[in-house]
């Protein structure tokens, strides 16, 4: 059974930062597609960020780049999700996500296994 945990959410003012973490049980990590996505209270679950097994390849959604980056620690088994200059619409609960292939994608339905979440507030 492969689990994947998050942490790092918590309480932050805008313009700030957060970096959560997501350790994978999973064996083989190196192998798989990683994402985050998030949910905010009364809105459908959203895609943030992708990243392929290699680390070669990431995707963002146009509303996360340039502040958002997700990378990787295979020998760790960790996937990361750097945010910067936090926005009050940021606020949600953050999931990752593996896939049990090896290529990226923003559709929730591709992915095979979910953390519980973490939750992400930012004040203004």
């Known amino acids: 059974q492969v689990q994947l945990v998050e942490s790092g959410g918590g309480l932050v003012q805008a313009g700030g930062s957060l970096r959560l973490s997501c350790a994978a049980s999973?064996?083989?990590?190196?192998?798989?597609?990683m994402g985050w996505f998030r949910k905010a209270p009364g809105k459908e679950r959203e895609f943030v960020a992708a990243i392929s097994p290699s680390g070669a390849s990431t995707y963002n959604v146009d509303s996360v780049k340039g502040r958002f980056t997700i990378s990787r620690d295979d020998p760790e088994n960790t996937v990361f999700l750097q945010m910067n200059s936090l926005k009050p619409e940021d606020t949600a609960v953050y999931y990752c996500?593996?896939?049990?292939?090896?290529?990226?994608?923003?559709?929730?339905?591709?992915?095979?296994?979910w953390g519980q979440g973490t939750q992400v507030t930012v004040s203004s």
């Open positions: 996500a593996s896939r049990v292939w090896d290529i990226v994608s923003p559709e929730a339905y591709n992915y095979d296994y």
């Open positions: 999973q064996r083989h990590f190196s192998n798989y597609a």
